[in-house]
């Protein structure tokens, strides 16, 4: 099956810098570089890790709650919106048919002295999903519900649906909060729900800093996990504090409304919800004491059509991709993402690789032809984009884990896209088993499972983080310039120590050797192994 989603970028917009997760003071950068034009090789010694993890440094405010203090419900007491009023006041959002399916959301404060939830008894008691608290952003950096998995896992052995939210702290990155989350989460069982930003809280910012910053957030997040976010929020809080924005009406609304009788408050300019948290009360069995409880609006295969389907990473003909969909490298790395617009395009490493070039065209979709070819139709039927390949026969689209999209008819190659961009990395993120490769394809740069970052030459390593012993680390180009390995619960490893402020910035793994961090001044660090 396909996953369906709506991509935020096209071609023609690379997408821009993003704030930086954190500002990390390191290992001294390699001293002085300098190159002339990007390409440029450039020698110079490595830096040297600390000796200790990267201390926090830099602009950072503590979090509105005092002393770095956890969110231990999703609406705080004190919000208008955690008020138990009677029934909604005008305008209304209109219910749908049989709203008969529940779900409680929990987090680490459901599990008083590490005590376990029962996940057959709460969905024995009729709850056909429920949303796990995954981050949160502190002032010691970012905090990972450590019954994230446990709760994930439960609920899905005993058939509900899954989802999981990230607490907003808009006082801190919108970028590096995404990407935790993401980072956090992982991969969901199938048939889950679209991952959840919890707005509830300004962190100082004005309602265009705020609108601003939950943009970033969700293009982030759905740049991460290739899947459009649902919005978690109240009535109050968003006429306030988001000025009434009706610029998010594409991503699903988890609207939070205490209030006496369905529905709950229309606003935002969303045509309906799909979730209402009608309450932080409810009893449910297998749960101790009151959790939040919400009610999709719909029925039964409501829930299921709003759950995401597996990615899968191949396309076999005869087979349509649509508007929406798209295949992902089982690495996770590149996306081949069908766009609304008409435009099918392939992203990785932070932007945009490759497209047909056929936007302004919605409706449009990509035919998998039983003759061999790809045809990418506009809604009408016109042939927009071809891979003239017709007499190749049976066909399968895959995209690769070196970020080419490649036809295949019987094990040969008959048409790809070229691996254009795979050398290089904007402000992104590489997971275990991700990677660069030089142009030439004799140097690869690996986030290994084992948390270790490895610059290998025909296979021979010649540079590394030493990070191993951590596994699920990732290894972030962050906006600010700073080149970070991060562990599994987003503490900070290993960094190059050259952030900076937010500028254009690139990584780029040459035909030389040489491992490079590009500016547009010139390069502002390197591995120090061209030659190698």
């Known amino acids: ?73 999703m609406m705080p007491a ?8 009677g029934p ?38 009729a709850q056909a999903f429920t949303i796990v608290k995954a981050t949160e952003m502190t002032s010691g950096g970012v905090y990972v519900n450590p019954y994230l998995r446990e709760d994930l896992a439960g609920a899905e052995a005993n058939g509900m649906t899954v989802g ?72 109050y809080f968003w006429d306030s504090a988001m000025a009434g924005s009706s610029a998010f009406t594409r ?49 039964r295969q409501a829930l299921l059509s709003l759950a995401q389907p597996s ?3 191949s396309l076999h003909a005869p087979a349509t991709l649509s508007g929406g ?41 990509l035919s998998a032809q039983t003759n061999g070819s790809l045809v990418l139709y506009s809604q009408g039927g016109s042939p927009l984009w071809s891979s003239h390949s017709a007499g190749s026969g049976t066909t399968v689209l895959v995209m690769q884990d070196d970020g080419n999209l490649v036809l295949y008819s019987g094990g040969r190659a008959v048409w790809g896209s070229g691996m254009r961009g795979s050398d290089a990395l904007d402000p992104a993120t590489l997971r275990a088993g991700q990677y660069l490769h030089s142009p030439n394809g004799r140097y690869q740069l690996t986030q290994q499972s084992d948390g270790n970052l490895v610059l290998y030459s025909s296979g021979r390593a010649v540079w590394a983080t030493q990070t191993f012993n951590a596994p699920g680390a990732s290894f972030s180009l962050q906006t600010d310039g700073n080149l970070v390995v ?21 990584l780029v793994m040459q035909d030389d050797g040489n491992l490079v961090l590009y500016r547009p001044q010139g390069a502002a660090w390197a591995s120090g192994t061209a030659g190698a």
């Open 1 to 73: 099956m396909l996953s369906v989603f709506n991509p935020p970028l096209n071609e023609r917009s690379p997408r821009r810098a993003r704030r930086a997760i954190l500002l990390l003071g390191a290992a001294t950068a390699a001293a002085a570089l300098s190159a002339a034009t990007a390409g440029t090789a450039v020698a110079g010694t490595p830096p040297k890790p600390s000796t200790g993890p990267p201390a926090l440094a830099g602009q950072l405010r503590a979090p509105a709650n005092a002393g770095g203090q956890l969110s231990t419900r």
């Open 78 to 85: 004190g919000s208008p919106d955690a008020v138990r009023r």
């Open 88 to 125: 909604a006041v005008s305008p209304l959002f209109t219910a749908g048919p049989m709203n008969t399916q529940y779900g409680p959301d929990v987090a680490s404060y459901q599990h008083p002295y590490g005590q376990p939830l029962d996940w057959s008894a709460i969905a024995a008691s």
């Open 164 to 235: 999981a939210y990230a607490f907003a702290r808009p006082e801190y990155g919108a970028a590096g909060q995404a990407d935790a989350f993401a980072a956090a989460v992982g991969t969901l069982p199938a048939a889950s729900l679209p991952p959840v930003l919890d707005l509830e809280v300004t962190g100082g910012l004005a309602p265009a800093e705020l609108i601003r910053w939950t943009q970033t957030f969700l293009d982030r997040l759905q740049a991460d996990t290739g899947i459009v976010p649902m919005i978690y929020t109240g009535p």
């Open 251 to 299: 991503y699903p609304l988890w609207e939070a409304s205490y209030t006496g009788g369905p529905p709950p408050q229309a606003f935002g300019g969303w045509p309906s919800y799909t979730l209402w948290q009608f309450t932080d009360n409810a009893t449910i069995s297998g749960i101790g004491g009151g959790v939040d409880q919400s009610l999709l609006n719909g029925t």
């Open 311 to 313: 990615i899968t990473s």
């Open 325 to 365: 969909q798209g295949l992902r490298s089982q690495s996770g790395q590149y996306l081949a993402a069908m766009q609304q617009d008409g435009n099918l395009v392939v992203y990785g490493n932070g932007r945009a690789l490759w497209s047909t070039r056929t936007w302004g065209n919605p409706g449009g979709a």
């Open 486 to 506: 991060y562990s599994s619960n987003a503490q900070p490893l290993w960094a190059s120590g050259t952030y900076s402020a937010p500028t254009s910035n690139r």
